[in-house]
């Protein structure tokens, strides 16, 4: 090696020592000659005990990477060669690399040495797995979860479940806005007045309906919060579908407010529907009446028919009652076979009995219930609220006493008291 060679050498050696790339240099049988300080750096390693015989750099489960690289080192040795391989870090764990190596020949054009240099991958490796992480639980979330553009309403991404949900394909989704699936963001004002509310507390939970793609809608509950990603603001809301607990409010009300047959209305209604008619009465010195309507043979339809045949009945005689009444009125079943029906803001007596007249009308034809055609009449008791005559619990123990006359009269009758 002449003097220039020498100098040469030195300081790509100089350079080496400097450079925060970690450079690796062998000998043709794979034994180091040389490590950088960068190299030693990354594994952990602070004096020259990397020279050490008994050390070995190479990760042991990629060992057999070693003898790969050589055969094709051996076959094209001035041909760069690039691969991932994991290094072993002082304290045992793995670092994992990009491994680009070619060798430097001598005068004579025989390989003199092996020159590497390898790239970190452990940060990015940890950064992928973490993505990879983040979008398995995003995906497999139970909520839809969505990234909006907080200017425009604009979505920029959404997980699997937000897109199906709605009946899109993810493309399709991407290139619509918020008031695409919520009716009530309709013009640009009624967006920024939005975003001014989430501004203003930071983050919202709402309840709202979402449009899906064929037009039918359903409820959910969105967790809406504002996010700052790389100088930007963006809007981070996680949609919960409602529906189901919306069903079971919907049911809560139900039994507590309505009979669980008929699903007419229960007393409890019944009272708060009676003062407010009362109420309304007084004011307009209007009419109120009662209608206490019974079937005359249910015990019977029971006996011969079954229960299942006598609940039919009862849903039957809801259902018509209610579509002889106006909808101010009120029809709610007291129990058994007897149904109470209240009409309120009447002027003469006369409509009354036209009312009680239709009633009645409604049970001349037979039930068809499960195949069978099935006759049940019914008697109707009247009484009258008129100029502060009575209350409403003795105006119906009155309708109810007139029913019990209109028994008497063979059934399938009317009678006033």
Known sequence: MTANDAEIEYSIYRLFEITPTPIVLSYPDGKLEYVNPALKAMLGYQDDDIYEDDVVITYLDDIHLNKKIRQQLLEKPF???QIEKRYQHKLGHAIYTQLNIVAQANEQGIVKRYIAQLVDLTSIK???AAEILLNHLVNQSNDAIYVVDPKFGQFLNCNELAHRRLGYSKDELLKLSVADIRS????????QAFIDKIKAKGSLIIESEHVRKDGTSFPVEANISFTHHHNSDYLLSIVRDISRRKQK???????????PLTKLPNRRILEKKLEEMFAKAKAKQSIIAFMYVDLDNFKQINDNFGHSIGDDILVGTANRL?????QSDIVTRLGGDEFLIVMSNIDKEAYVEVMAAKVLKEFASPFKVQKQMIQADASIGVSIYM?????AHTLIQLADEAMYQAKKQSGSSVYYL
């Not at 009530?184 to 967006?191: G, N």
């Not at 409010?249 to 009979?259: G, H, K, T, V, Y």
């Not at 209610?322 to 106006?326: G, I």
């Open 79 to 81: 041909t760069p060669i």
């Open 126 to 128: 940890k950064l992928d």
């Open 184 to 191: 009530d963001i309709e013009r640009p004002e009624h967006w």
């Open 249 to 259: 409010e919907r049911e809560a009300i139900e039994r507590s407010n309505l009979d």
């Open 322 to 326: 209610k579509n002889c009444v106006r």
């Open 387 to 391: 100029n502060n005559n009575n209350d």
